[in-house]
T-cell receptor, first 112, second 111 residues
Framework: AQSVTQLDSQVPVFEEAPVELRCNYSSSVSVYLFWYVQYPNQGLQLLLKYLSGSTLVKGINGFEAEFNKSQTSFHLRKPSVHISDTAEYFCAVSDNGNKLVFGAGTILRVKS | KAGVTQTPRYLIKTRGQQVTLSCSPISGHRSVSWYQQTPGQGLQFLFEYFSETQRNKGNFPGRFSGRQFSNSRSEMNVSTLELGDSALYLC??????????FGPGTRLLVL
């Protein structure tokens, strides 16, 4: 069975500082990996995805993530955050894209 | 292209009632998946439909059911509602797999 662990439930950071949201997964098969963002009272918006190929994936709003197969990780990074990045971020894994298994989420709080 | 739409956006029901939620996928997408989001359990997969057939199913009781129509629109039904069914229900569509795009959700409150 697949599982996802998001190591931090909340990450406070000052505006314009860099941030890393950590995600580790467990799977016995090849996986697809995703990061989604959820703003209050909204659905999930796709930030980026790893399906195959280059292990460094760039997404929207300046976010990027690196797939590390040996460490089974897919950490999300942004070099300089804005107040508007305050939201909850979810890492998800799938073996075929049809059934996503999500982590518990990380709330990113950007302070001015 | 219009995104995934879900109706209604908010719903209040009482215990024992049943409810039907609707999801219209992105045009051209043939797979629709449903998820339940609660503060305690997080995001959990309910089921997935492709070409009017249930292709995957999560670990939910039989009170939760769904269907998909020939135009790919999908509905999910919850019968005999319980307080614990209060949640945000999210629908996602894909073509036909790999990347799922989510709708805004339907927030269900069971009293």
């Amino acid at each position: 069975a697949q599982s996802v662990t998001q190591l931090d439930s909340q990450v406070p950071v000052f505006e314009e500082a860099p941030v890393e949201l950590r995600c580790n997964y467990s799977s016995s098969v090849s996986v697809y990996l995703f990061w989604y963002v959820q703003y209050p009272n909204q659905g999930l918006q796709l930030l980026l995805k790893y399906l195959s190929g280059s292990t460094l994936v760039k997404g929207i709003n300046g976010f990027e993530a690196e797939f590390n197969k040996s460490q089974t990780s897919f950490h999300l990074r942004k070099p300089s955050v804005h107040i508007s990045d305050t939201a909850e971020y979810f890492c998800a894994v799938s073996d075929n894209g049809n059934k996503l298994v999500f982590g518990a989420g990380t709330i990113l709080r950007v302070k001015s | 292209k219009a995104g995934v739409t879900q109706t209604p956006r908010y719903l209040i029901k009482t215990r024992g009632q049943q409810v039907t939620l609707s999801c219209s996928p992105i045009s051209g997408h043939r797979s629709v998946s449903w998820y339940q989001q609660t503060p305690g359990q997080g995001l959990q997969f309910l089921f997935e439909y492709f070409s009017e057939t249930q292709r995957n199913k999560g670990n939910f009781p039989g009170r939760f059911s769904g269907r998909q129509f020939s135009n790919s629109r999908s509905e999910m039904n919850v019968s005999t509602l319980e307080l614990g069914d209060s949640a945000l229900y999210l629908c996602a569509s894909s073509y036909p797999q790999e990347t799922q795009y989510f709708g805004p959700g339907t927030r269900l409150l069971v009293l």
